[in-house]
T-cell receptor, first 113, second 112 residues
Framework: DARVTQTPRHKVTEMGQEVTMRCQPI?????VFWYRQTMMQGLELLAY????????DSGMPKDRFSAEMPDATLATLKIQPSEPRDSAVYFC???????????FGQGTRLTVV | KNQVEQSPQSLIILEGKNCTLQ??????????LRWYKQDTGRGPVSLTI?????NTKSNGRYTATLDADTKQSSLHITASQLSDSASYIC???????????FGTGTRLTVIP
């Protein structure tokens, strides 16, 4: 059955290390979102792509975060260097252009120590 | 400023009872409003989505209402089950811009 797949599910890393999170959107979906969820802030939109082009990444700290879609089946979110305040669950979601629905992946739980 | 506020922040109810969760928003222009259920450790799953012209939509024991004039929505859960224990998130989509505004959620716990 169609689903958004994220890897890894969990990641523990030391401060200063590079972290790469991956997302495989549902086949045929042309819009991909990256969200971060913390207890304090809830869900925050980091970036989103349409047809692989970045449309909005204003929610993302530019100095350390980068998001790309090397092809239609893979979206990546990279943090370099990572900091303890980056600890959160990162969700990827995909949808179709009209924005009526967004399907979420299971998330990557990141812990930076 | 576009905002989505949910209440209560958390709720505990007995199995079998009904409950209603509230969502107030100031997002304008409005496109649609969605309710998501998020189980612990999992991604959000869509329950309902309503556009401006819809004022009620049901999905099994879940019924969502929307009053676009007062910018309020509610999610009513009937005959609650233990599996309803989750966070319920209200998400409002801004018209024309594809921006999504998230509430911080209501944490529902159903106890036997």
């Amino acid at each position: 059955d169609a689903r958004v797949t994220q890897t890894p599910r969990h990641k523990v890393t030391e401060m200063g290390q590079e972290v790469t999170m991956r997302c495989q959107p549902i086949l045929g979906h042309n819009t991909v979102f990256w969200y971060r969820q913390t207890m304090m802030q809830g869900l925050e939109l980091l970036a989103y792509f349409r047809n692989r082009a970045p449309l909005d990444d204003s929610g993302m700290p530019k100095d350390r975060f980068s998001a790309e879609m090397p092809d239609a089946t893979l979206a990546t979110l990279k943090i370099q260097p990572s900091e303890p305040r980056d600890s959160a669950v990162y969700f990827c979601a995909s949808g179709i252009r009209d924005g009526t629905e967004a399907f979420f992946g299971q998330g990557t739980r990141l812990t930076v120590v | 400023k576009n905002q989505v506020e949910q209440s209560p922040q958390s709720l505990i109810i007995l199995e079998g009872k009904n409950c209603t969760l509230q969502c107030n928003y100031t997002v304008s222009p409005f496109s649609n409003l969605r309710w998501y259920k998020q189980d612990t450790g999992r991604g959000p799953v869509s329950l309902t989505i309503m556009t401006f012209s819809e004022n009620t939509k049901s999905n099994g024991r879940y019924t969502a209402t929307l009053d676009a004039d007062t910018k309020q929505s509610s999610l009513h859960i009937t005959a609650s089950q233990l599996s309803d224990s989750a966070s319920y998130i209200c998400v409002v989509s801004e018209g024309g811009a594809n921006n999504l505004f998230f509430g911080t959620g209501t944490r529902l716990t159903v106890i036997p």
